[in-house]
């Protein structure tokens, strides 16, 4: 059986180069990989079963294997200290701060001359296209330590974002033209729920970019001990946030939506919460 388990690992990694680092990190997968078809076997399942349901619970390892890869490729042609943007990315970074700058400027200008109303409506249209420019450009930016995210997920964050300034903006320019405060969920809520909706999803679909440095290798071999540990210590945070957006959009309801935003206080400290007891969990485990 420890031959067949280290026949897999090796097959997993066929395709990147050897190294240190890899050996190791074949070495803990391949270790801990035995430990789980042992202990299945000592249960009760013959070999093979043991074998296939602990290779299962290894979860998808594509992203891993992949990251492997680009580094493999990125080190034998020797760039992985002399990442450059490329083009696109500068001239992007350029335009969309140009804007923005030009945005505020004429916006502070319009305030002077005229009113608030009028500065906050011209800004709308600067500031919801070089934002999310912005945001785009600095997900798909490759750096020395993290890959670039896809452009289809970070043009969602985009939009997201797009969707969120939009709605804020325009909720801001009702309010001093009506004064009202009931138009203030009326005109934000068609743009919050949506676009923080979105950006829960990414957050909570999210993998990692890191490039294989140590902490990374170490990240992903605990990752790999237990899969279902840390998919476990994900689904308990992602919960955690949406409930608190559920009890921020009912506050803004019953309450002054400037008092609502405590409830994040209050999920940042869940949060390092559930950080710490997971952490602890986890070394008692071991």
């Not at 202990?39 to 399942?45: A, K, N, R, W």
């Not at 070089?130 to 330590?145: A, D, M, R």
């Amino acid at each position: 059986m420890k031959n067949k388990v280290k026949n897999y690992v090796d097959y997993l990694f066929k395709d990147i180069k050897e190294n240190k680092q890899l050996r190791e990190l074949k070495e803990e997968i391949s270790a801990n990989l035995l430990d789980k078809v042992n202990d299945y076997i000592s249960s009760g399942l013959n070999e093979e079963g043991a074998f296939d349901k602990a290779v299962s619970g290894l979860g998808d390892m594509s992203e891993l294997i992949e990251n492997l890869q680009k580094v493999s490729m990125e080190k034998e042609e020797g760039n992985m200290n002399t990442i450059k943007l490329d083009k696109v990315h500068v001239f992007g970074y350029v335009i969309a701060t140009a804007t923005l700058i030009f945005g505020l400027l004429t916006s502070l200008m319009l305030y002077f001359m005229q009113d608030l109303f009028i500065a906050i409506a011209s800004l709308m249209p600067f500031a919801v296209f070089s934002i999310p420019v912005l945001v785009f450009l600095g997900l798909t930016q490759e750096s020395q330590y993290t890959y670039g995210m896809k452009k289809g997920r970070a043009f969602l964050y985009a939009l997201a974002t797009a969707t969120l300034i939009f709605g804020v903006i325009a909720t801001a320019i009702t309010y001093i033209k009506s004064n009202d405060e009931y138009m203030i969920f009326a005109v934000i809520m068609p743009f919050a729920l949506p676009s923080i909706s979105l950006f829960t999803y990414l957050g909570l679909t999210e993998k990692s970019r890191l490039k294989m440095t140590e902490n990374w290798q170490n990240k992903w071999i605990n990752y790999y001990k237990d899969p279902q540990f840390m998919q476990l210590r994900g689904l308990v945070s992602g919960a955690l946030w949406v409930f608190s957006i559920a009890v921020f959009i009912l506050l803004c309801f019953l309450w002054k939506w400037y008092y609502a935003w405590i409830i994040f206080v209050f999920s940042i400290g869940g949060e390092i919460l559930i950080e710490l007891f997971f952490s602890a969990k986890y070394k008692n485990k071991q």
